[in-house]
């Protein structure tokens, strides 16, 4: 029997039994006591130590294939938790002074690598096996929150009862801060208390929040489960609020459910392979239907609509993973093997060689937030703007040794290219568009204009009129003979966000939602989509959907969760008062209409027909999106500035091919600008 030890406080009450999956074995169980820590499997190059010690107790593991024990006398040490290291403040009335001593933080995670121009080695994929590193270790960690980190405490500052980090705030060092103490609104208050009503537990700790917590909703179908990308505003949302434990939690989890064994019709896709959700389930222990254990039961796309692979769930966890460490400063966690190990297992999947000759990712229809068939097969916006966040985010957490130099240098590879591609390709305004519609087709030379063979005749008749003189936006997709001209909404923040568009072109962008405001957020922002597909071509593309009809759902309904998304760009190009804008509209109506999944009709007047009330995302949204305004220093956490140094670098290696060269050089001054 294959056993494993498990490092527990034994003065701890025993607690739900753990379910564990392995190839060829439905279920493996282990019943836990409930401690502040469990550790298992550590690899061998793995050294952990501590001033702390206790004295532990081990229980047998069945059916794991784990190759190391954990010695019982190992020591190791306790997690921070989300409100450790309060800083020093002083109180006088309602205004509250704080002063900030803040730590040097360590370069590492704010370094610009140079790119290296060798571009076809692929060797990465070793890494994953040097050091049996492969063998991904089962950790399960309760986070001790009545404890405090001494060494941390003056890196940590609280603004009104968030406990933030303090060496990442930008422009928080040392100096005073004023802050103002504001009462809650009602429609916060109540925001809150539904967002607490909705968290999921497991075993005791909170690790998510359901999609939905309508308690007149008899069918919740699969809105009673934790999404991964529906909980990234509730995530920021706790840790914006200085509760990071649930954050923590959901990250450890859902890393452990990518190990999972994923099958549909005898076949099963890449190891690092996110889940879209988990349920937690309650099962009768070994046949008696007496006891009862929880169990994770995730969900790989085999009983989702279309039975389509979420391939934004993995980049939604790296792009979390990032927030939680830049916020709480607990970066522990992005530096633990398990986790290094499912950043590049995530990874592997994004940068394997494929028959593409673009840098961008070719993905399903289905497969992110618009998960019905709407037309997004190929290269949509939205994938490429969250891989390219993605990147980025790997890019500062993934520890460099020689293991990892060659990932590393492929992300970097990757990463100047695909913007060049993107602002290059995608971007459209009255110029661009102007330019496309005097192209040439059927040009046969490497340096032809029209390199994908546009026909001028797909340029819609709306569009001519829409697009502001001053503004513009990245398009929705781009592929052989074809060019998706809707204003995809999600993509373009996230090229705002991520610095994937340059910084003119992120100002076209809020410049056209500015002035197409009745178009993009009406009354409700914003639109996931614009225009809808209406008449024959909604009939082709959408395949008759019954629930993608027309200014509804996916196709032009309009989505309150982005509103949080749209503060951040907002906050990142100095334009917050459209952001608050938005948000005052949508306070009006959201509260009283029991915050709705979506809004139907063109300008987002009625609540959506087959919108779930209560909805999360929503709600957590609104909330982040009063933070961030009420707090703007956080917000530089959360995005991304130009890298000129990775831009400045062509990556193409076209020059050593004896071909002319390469089109980036030509387009340096559109790239950089």
């Known amino acids: 029997m294959n056993t494993i030890h498990c490092l527990a406080n034994s003065t701890m009450k025993s607690s739900p039994r753990l379910l564990l999956f392995r190839r060829n074995s439905l279920f493996s169980v282990c019943s836990l006591p409930k401690s502040h820590h469990f550790l298992a499997s550590t690899p061998s190059n793995f050294r952990i130590s501590s001033d702390h010690t206790c004295k532990f107790s081990s229980c047998p593991l069945r059916n794991l294939g784990f190759r190391r024990l954990i010695d019982h006398a190992q020591k190791f040490p306790r997690v921070p938790g989300p409100g450790f290291g309060q800083s020093r403040v002083f109180s006088s009335g309602s205004i509250r002074r704080l002063y900030v001593i803040s730590c040097v933080s360590s370069d590492v995670r704010s370094f610009s690598t140079s790119v290296e121009t060798r571009v076809n080695d692929k060797n990465f994929e070793r890494i994953y096996v040097q050091g049996g590193i492969n063998v991904k270790p089962l950790v399960l960690e309760r986070i001790d929150t009545d404890e405090t980190v001494a060494n941390n405490e003056e890196s940590r500052i609280e603004v009104d009862g968030k406990s933030i980090n303090g060496e990442n705030a930008k422009g928080v060092n040392e100096g005073e801060v004023l802050i103002t103490k504001r009462e809650e609104s009602e429609a916060e208050k109540e925001a809150w208390k539904l967002l607490r009503d909705s968290v999921v537990t497991y075993c005791g700790s909170p690790v998510g929040t359901m999609a939905a917590n309508d308690p007149g909703d008899k069918t919740p179908l699969n809105y009673d489960q934790v999404f991964i990308r529906d909980f990234v505003p509730s995530a920021l949302a706790f840790l914006l609020k200085g509760e990071g434990e649930i954050v923590r939690n959901f990250l450890l989890h859902t890393l452990q459910l990518q190990s999972w064994e994923k099958t549909v019709d005898c076949y099963s896709p890449g190891q690092g392979l996110m889940p879209a959700s988990f349920k937690v389930r309650t099962v009768p222990l070994d046949g008696n239907n007496e006891a009862h254990e929880e169990v994770l039961d995730p969900d790989f796309g085999e009983s989702a609509i279309g039975r389509v692979a979420p391939v934004d769930s993995g980049l939604w966890w790296i792009i979390l993973l990032r927030a939680y460490g830049k916020i709480t400063g607990d970066y522990t966690l992005q530096e633990r093997v398990d986790v290094q190990t499912g950043i590049k297992l995530i990874l592997n999947l994004c940068l394997t060689d494929g028959f593409d000759m673009f840098p961008s990712l070719l993905v399903t229809d289905g497969s992110c937030m618009i998960d019905r068939r709407m037309g997004i097969h190929g290269h949509p916006l939205e994938i490429q703007a969250l891989f390219y966040s993605a990147l980025r985010c790997s890019r ?254 062509c990556v193409c290696g076209l020059t050593n091919s004896g071909r002319k060269k390469c089109s980036r050089l030509a387009a340096r001054s559109q790239i950089l600008v």
């Open 396 to 649: 500062e957490m993934i520890i460099q040794n020689d293991a990892s130099m060659n990932l590393v240098r492929a992300i970097n590879n990757r990463l100047s290219a695909l913007s060049f591609h993107i602002r290059e390709y995608y971007w459209v305004d009255m110029y661009k568009i102007n330019e496309i519609y005097r192209y040439k087709t059927e040009e046969y030379s490497t340096d032809a204009t029209n390199k994908f063979n546009i026909y001028p005749d797909q340029i819609p008749s709306w569009l001519m009129d829409w697009v502001p003189e001053e503004g513009g936006y990245l398009i929705g997709n781009l592929q052989p003979a074809h060019m998706d001209f809707r204003f995809f909404t999600l993509g373009n923040l996230w090229s705002i966000i991520s610095s994937l568009g340059t910084p003119k072109q992120n100002q076209g962008i809020l410049n056209t939602i500015e002035a197409k405001w009745d178009d993009l957020v009406g009354h409700m922002p914003l639109k996931i989509c614009y225009p809808a597909l209406e008449y024959e071509e909604w009939r082709i593309i959408t395949g008759s959907d019954p629930k993608n009809t027309p200014w509804s759902y996916h196709n032009g309904g309009s989505w309150p969760t982005l509103l949080w998304q749209f503060t951040l760009a907002c906050i990142k190009m100095g334009r917050p008062e459209l952001a608050r804008k938005a948000v005052a509209d949508a306070e009006k109506r959201l509260p009283v209409d029991r915050w709705p999944e979506y809004y139907d009709t063109r300008n987002g007047r009625f609540i959506g027909k087959q919108s779930r009330l209560f909805q999360t995302w929503t709600i957590a949204g609104y909330l982040t999106s009063k933070m961030l305004l009420e707090y703007p220093k956080l917000a530089t956490l959360l995005f991304w500035e130009e890298d000129y140094e990775l831009l400045e670098i």
